[in-house]
C-alpha cells in the first residue's frame, strides 16, 4: 500500500529490498480500503452495564459490545483492554483490541477480523506509530498497517486514537507464503528467556533456543548457521531502520517491542517490527545499534554482519529514509487530523504536535546524514590504516595490537600487556572465564567498541586494584613522519545512565593532549594531530572508566593518516 506518490523508480528499490512478499498473484490484502482512506473513521462503541462490569474485574478478557463505524453497526463484537506500558484502566482513555469475529462467526470489518485501537499515550502527535510502520514497510520489514480513528465508549467522547491492524494469521498471510508457522512477541527480554506464543502451536520452544545457539557461535562459525535458522537480511534491515527512527524501545535498544517468526517453508526466524510509538525523541543517538541483546551480537561481531548492516543502513537512507517523503506523510495526515477535529483548539493542537514532530523527524536526519560520513570506510589516498576496517580476529593486522594496562598506570608501555582473542573478542587471558577476574572484568576490544576495565578502588580494596584499567588500541608507525587521527568517534553505548568514559592518546609513553570525557550516545570526535612520531613509535588510544566501569560499554572508530 502506499499514501503517496513516489519518484519514478522507488517503487522498483523498496520491492528489491523486501524479502517477505506476499505470495505471487495475491488479491489486495485484507483491510487495503481502510488503511488507504482519507477518512477518519469514528467508532461508537456500546458496552452494556453486566458486560461492563466483567471488563473492570478482568480487562484482558473479550466482552460483548456493540460498535458502530460511522453509520455501520456490527453487534456482538469482542472488545476488551490492552497494552502494557500504554495501558490505561476502563474510566480513563484505555488501548481497546476489538475482534470482530469473537462471538459472531466470520463477522469481519474491511476484511479484518481483529484490529487495535491504540490511545497513544506515549506519543501526543499520534503520528510516531503512523510514520514508522510505513518506513519498516518500506523497507521490506513486516510491520502492521496504520490509520487513524475517533473513539467513544457509552457516549464519553475519548478523542483520536491510531488505529492499527493485529498481527494475528491474517497479517501473517500477508507477507508470508505460509502463515502456519510461530509467531512469537518479546516484552522487555531478550530471545533466551519465554516468550510469549501469540500464533501458532504450543511447544518447548526449542526452536528459539537453536537460534540462541546459533548467535553464540564463535564468530569465526557463527554467519552460516546463523543464516540457516534466521533471516540475516531481514535483521538488518529492522536494526538499520530501529537505529534511523531513533526507536529507543525497540529490540536493539531496549530488547522491547518485537515479534519473531518461524516460517516454516525455509525455517528461519524473521523480525518483525511493533510497537512504534517512541521514535524521533532521542534523535542524538548513535546509527550503530549497541551490543546489548543476542541477536544484535550475534550478526554485528562478524566482519560479514558488519559490512551488511553499514551497507543496509545506508541504502535504506538513500531509499526510504527520504526528508521529502517523511514529511509529506506526516503533513497528510496531521491535515486528516485536522480535518476531523471537533474544536478550534483541538484542531490547534493537532496542527502544533505535527510541527513538532516534523522538526524532531528533520534533526533526526541531519544528525543521521553526518554520522554516515563517519561510518564509511577510510579509503582515500594518504589513509594509512582504519580501526573498524582493519579488524581481524583471531590475531589482529599487521601494525595493530589490542592492550590493556595489567601492570601498573596508563602511559607507561612496560605495564601493557596482550588482549587475546576468545572467539568473540579480544579480552583477558583470552576469555577464560568472562567477565573476567577483578579488575579486568569486562574488558574487551571488538570490531565495533570494546568496555574498560575497573575504575580506581572499584571492587575489593586489594593490591593491584588501586589503579584505572583501560582498553588500548595501539598503531604501530610504518615510517617517521607527521601524523594525524582523523574520521574518529567514541561514543557511549548507554550514555543516560551515570558516570563517564575517558579517552586518553599517547605517542609512546607521551601525552599528546588533554584527557576527553564521553556520557552521550551521539558521542565525540577525537580527531586531532599526533605530531611527529619515528618509524617504529606507537599511537596508544586508551579508553578507560573514568571512575566505575558500570555502563561503560563503547563504540569506536578513527583513523590514521600523514
Excluded at 90 to 101: G, I, N, Q, R, V
Aim: net charge neutral; glycine share 8%.
Amino acid at each position: 500500500m502506499r499514501r503517496l506518490i513516489l519518484p519514478a523508480g522507488f517503487a522498483l528499490v523498496l520491492a528489491t529490498l523486501s524479502t517477505h512478499a506476499a505470495p505471487a498473484g495475491a488479491r489486495s490484502a485484507p483491510g487495503t480500503e481502510l488503511f488507504a482512506d482519507s477518512t477518519i473513521h469514528r467508532f461508537k462503541i456500546d458496552i452494556a452495564e453486566p458486560e461492563l462490569e466483567k471488563l473492570r474485574r478482568e480487562n484482558r478478557t473479550y466482552v460483548h459490545a456493540t460498535v458502530t463505524v460511522d453509520d455501520k453497526v456490527f453487534k456482538d463484537v469482542g472488545v476488551r483492554l490492552k497494552g502494557r506500558g500504554s495501558f490505561r484502566p476502563l474510566d480513563e482513555k484505555p488501548s481497546l483490541a476489538l475482534k470482530f469475529d469473537e462471538f459472531v462467526s466470520q463477522q469481519q470489518f474491511h476484511g479484518l477480523t481483529r484490529i487495535m485501537l491504540n490511545n497513544s499515550s506515549q506519543d501526543s502527535t499520534y503520528l510516531s506509530e503512523y510514520l514508522g510502520t510505513s518506513l519498516f514497510r518500506d523497507a521490506g520489514v513486516p510491520a502492521a498497517r496504520a490509520t487513524h480513528a475517533r473513539v467513544e465508549i457509552n457516549g464519553r467522547e475519548l478523542g483520536f486514537y491510531v488505529l492499527i491492524e493485529a498481527m494475528n494469521k491474517g497479517f501473517l498471510k500477508q507477507h508470508f507464503a505460509n502463515a502456519t508457522g510461530n509467531l512469537y512477541e518479546g516484552y522487555a527480554q531478550d530471545i533466551d528467556r519465554r516468550l510469549e506464543l501469540d500464533e501458532g502451536t504450543e511447544g518447548d520452544q526449542s526452536d528459539v533456543q537453536t537460534l540462541v545457539a546459533a548467535a553464540r557461535l564463535p564468530v569465526g562459525e557463527r554467519m552460516p548457521s546463523l543464516r540457516n535458522i534466521l533471516d540475516v537480511d531481514n535483521f538488518a534491515s529492522f536494526l538499520a531502520v530501529c537505529m534511523l527512527i531513533a526507536q529507543h524501545d525497540s529490540y536493539p535498544l531496549n530488547h522491547n517491542n518485537y515479534r519473531l517468526y518461524r516460517e516454516p517453508d525455509s525455517g528461519r526466524f524473521v523480525m518483525i517490527a511493533h510497537g512504534i510509538d517512541g521514535s524521533f525523541t532521542q534523535n542524538a543517538m548513535s546509527i550503530m545499534p549497541p551490543m546489548k541483546y543476542i541477536l544484535t551480537r550475534g550478526v554485528m561481531e562478524t566482519p560479514e554482519g558488519q559490512q551488511l548492516y553499514r551497507e543496509c543502513v545506508s541504502k535504506l537512507f538513500t531509499n526510504i529514509f527520504r526528508l521529502d517523503v517523511m514529511t509529506n506523510r506526516i503533513r497528510i495526515a496531521a491535515a486528516r487530523l485536522e480535518k476531523a477535529a471537533l474544536t478550534e483548539r483541538e484542531r490547534t493542537n493537532i496542527a502544533a504536535q505535527a510541527a513538532s514532530f516534523a522538526r524532531r523527524v528533520s534533526e533526526r536526519h541531519v544528525f543521521v546524514s553526518k554520522q554516515l560520513g563517519a561510518l564509511a570506510p577510510a579509503t582515500a589516498d594518504g589513509l594509512l590504516a582504519s580501526f573498524q576496517r582493519d579488524f581481524r580476529e583471531g590475531q589482529p593486522k599487521s601494525g595493530w595490537r589490542y592492550l590493556w594496562n595489567l601492570n601498573g598506570p596508563i602511559g607507561d608501555q612496560r605495564n601493557y600487556a596482550e588482549l587475546k582473542w576468545d572467539g568473540q573478542r579480544y579480552t583477558f587471558e583470552g576469555g577464560r572465564t568472562y567477565p573476567g577476574p577483578s579488575p579486568a572484568r569486562f574488558l574487551r576490544v571488538t570490531q565495533t567498541g570494546g568496555h574498560p576495565g575497573q575504575g580506581f578502588g572499584q571492587g575489593l580494596r586489594e593490591v593491584g586494584n588501586e589503579i584505572a584499567r583501560y582498553a588500548i588500541i595501539a598503531f604501530t608507525a610504518p615510517d617517521s613522519g607527521r601524523y594525524r587521527i582523523v574520521k574518529s568517534r567514541l561514543t557511549r553505548e548507554q550514555g543516560s545512565l551515570g558516570g563517564h568514559l575517558e579517552l586518553r592518546v599517547f605517542v609512546d609513553g607521551r601525552e599528546i593532549a588533554p584527557a576527553l570525557y564521553c556520557r552521550s550516545p551521539e558521542g565525540l570526535s577525537f580527531d586531532r594531530e599526533v605530531g611527529e612520531v619515528l618509524k617504529g613509535s606507537a599511537i596508544y588510544i586508551a579508553i578507560g572508566p573514568n571512575e566505575t566501569d558500570s555502563d561503560d560499554s563503547f563504540g569506536i572508530d578513527f583513523s590514521i593518516t600523514r
